[in-house]
């Protein structure tokens, strides 16, 4: 995980980002595998607890998908939210790190939602 961490600083610091987006793409870097956040959370991770929509548009432009995992944050009320490769997408790939998300589901901020039967 360090080598993922200092790979991602390095980019990060080479790249045309603004402070907010740079931010952004370090909070989410450090989501765990298997664990969900909302907007609202990166947003407040970012210093800008009120722009959850911005980090919407900056994680949808994202370029460093391998080392910014975007599909790991999700609205508030427990939706998967926007995705720039599509809901299905998202999904397979919550899926695929052992996470189910109920429909309607409430999320709680890091934990793990597993041992649930359905997904949204």
Not at 72 to 77: A, E, H, L, Q
Not at 83 to 111: H, N, Q, V
Request: net charge positive.
């Amino acid at each position: 995980m360090k080598g993922r961490r200092a790979q991602l600083s390095s980019i990060l610091k080479e790249a045309k980002l603004s402070g907010f987006e740079r931010a952004v793409y370090k909070a989410v870097a450090r989501i765990p595998a298997g664990e969900v956040r909302s907007y609202a959370w990166v947003a407040a991770r970012a210093g800008r607890p009120l722009a959850f929509r911005a980090v919407g548009n900056a994680l949808n432009k994202n370029p460093f998908t391998g080392l910014v995992p975007c599909h790991r944050v999700i609205r508030s009320d427990g939706s998967l939210g926007g995705f720039a490769r599509g809901a299905a997408a998202k999904k397979r790939m919550l899926k695929a790190e052992g996470l189910t998300l109920p429909e309607g589901a409430a999320i709680i901020e890091g934990i793990r939602l597993r041992n649930q039967r359905s997904v949204a």
